[in-house]
């Protein structure tokens, strides 16, 4: 006990080095296990993000038990096929409908309206999940496909050069929190 009184008392550098390094740890640690610095590799969610530009992610596990994920959120998912993080704009969710005509995307029939999107779609990425097949595919019309009930379609805000299509919700690592 008189250690630890001498360390929280003392002048010394040593005692000085001790107190900052609890302080940061104590601060750190609860940060570290909600949030994680993201790397933004690409230009695929440009204009939101550039390539090279450093983003924070809020993990999933501190989202709460009851989180879904919702139409334009800004996600991180694991891709296993390609082993990366991939950062990506929620666009259909499950149980919807997604067809691109002409390079627009139209959920349930109807064209897409958002702020985010740059471009027409011009290629994409696609990937099974259930045989982890994966192809790239020049643009033509893409017909309607239903989205599972556990998954999520998502694109890159600059559609133009961005990889899209369905992941499974409980890929996603974490919601993007800081633009």
């Given at each position: ?10 002048r ?22 909600h ?12 204009p939101?993000?550039?390539?090279g ?13 009851d ?5 334009f ?18 666009i ?17 029939g ?70």
């Open positions: 006990m008189e250690i630890l009184k001498r360390l929280f008392s003392g010394a550098v040593l005692n000085t080095v001790f107190r900052i390094t609890l302080v940061l740890t104590l601060i750190c640690i609860p940060f570290w296990y949030y994680e610095p993201v790397w933004i590799d690409g230009i695929s969610m440009e939101t993000y550039d390539d530009q450093w983003t924070l992610m809020q993990r999933t596990r501190s989202l709460g038990e989180w879904v994920p919702n139409r959120d800004v996600i991180a998912v694991w891709s296993d096929k390609h082993e990366v993080l991939l950062c990506k704009r929620i259909g969710l499950p149980g919807e409908t997604v067809e691109v005509k002409e390079g627009r995307i139209y959920l349930d109807r064209e897409l309206s958002d702020s985010f999107g740059r471009g027409k779609m011009i290629y994409m990425v696609i990937e099974d999940p259930n045989s982890g097949e994966v192809w790239w595919r020049s643009y033509d019309n893409i017909p309607p496909v239903v989205i599972n009930q556990d998954e999520v379609w998502v694109v890159g805000d600059n559609r133009e050069e961005s990889v899209f299509g369905h992941f499974p919700i409980n890929k996603i690592r974490g919601k993007i929190v800081l633009y």
